[in-house]
């Protein structure tokens, strides 16, 4: 079935390094492509997201990039600070029964930036 | 809590017992979902509902029921045929019929069998 490939499952790097999760997806016809950050015991928060449409996106420290064509999409993160650890979630739109959409995450990264 | 609420934050079940997990949002958010997570499986999708009146099951429905009688609330009962219900459930929703807005999730109810 449909289904979201996440990697690496856990990312250890130093403050002030570069940190890349990278996504793969089954559905050729997703469009839509969200990353969350969740802190120990809280919600996932809306980090970032891409539409099919463009190819990269940035906001400020963090960028997404989407290569439809291999159906794979990667998340970047610039000079990493202690407070981006986290678990990382993407996830991609896809098309379910009935015709409605839902989205389907990928497992996700535990990232930990050490001081 | 950003629009969403679920209620409570910690719940304990009996064996055999059903319970019911509370989710409220003020967002006028058509699509809401109920997910559960567990330790390295990351989210995974037990019912949804797109309207009100209607919802269908997920990845994972089997032991769980829920209700969509209002458009603010999606209550999720959690019965005594799921066997391992002891997980971090979240409720999440979204604007519009499609799914390329992003979610609005609540903070959460972790539930344990004692």
């Known amino acids: 079935g449909e289904n979201v490939e996440q990697h690496p499952s856990t990312l250890s790097v130093q403050e002030g390094d570069s940190a890349v999760i990278k996504c793969t997806y089954s559905d050729s016809a997703s469009n839509y492509f969200p990353w969350y950050k969740q802190e120990l015991g809280k919600r996932p928060q809306l980090i970032i997201d891409i539409r099919s449409n463009v190819g990269e996106k940035k906001d400020q420290r963090i960028a997404v990039t989407l290569n439809k064509t291999a159906k794979h999409f990667s998340l970047h993160i610039t000079e990493t600070q202690p407070e981006d650890s986290a678990v990382y979630f993407c996830a991609a739109s896809i098309t379910w029964r009935g015709g409605s959409e839902k989205l389907v995450f990928g497992k996700g990264t535990k990232l930990t930036v050490n001081p | 809590d950003g629009g969403i609420t679920q209620s409570p934050k910690y719940l304990f079940r009996k064996e055999g017992q059903n319970v019911t997990l509370s989710c409220e949002q003020n967002?006028?958010?058509?699509?809401m979902y109920w997910y559960r997570q567990d330790p390295g499986q990351g989210l995974r999708l037990i019912y949804y509902?797109?309207?009100?009146?209607?919802?269908q099951k997920g990845d994972i429905a089997e032991g769980y029921s829920v209700s969509r009688e209002k458009k603010e609330s999606f209550p999720l009962t959690v019965t005594s045929a799921q066997k391992n219900p002891t997980a971090f459930y979240l409720c999440?929703?979204?604007?519009?019929?499609?799914?390329?807005?992003?979610?609005?999730f609540g903070s959460g109810t972790r539930l344990t069998v004692v």
């Open positions: 967002l006028n958010h058509d699509a």
């Open positions: 999440a929703s979204t604007t519009g019929w499609g799914s390329d807005y992003g979610y609005t």
């Open positions: 509902s797109q309207i009100v009146n209607d919802f």
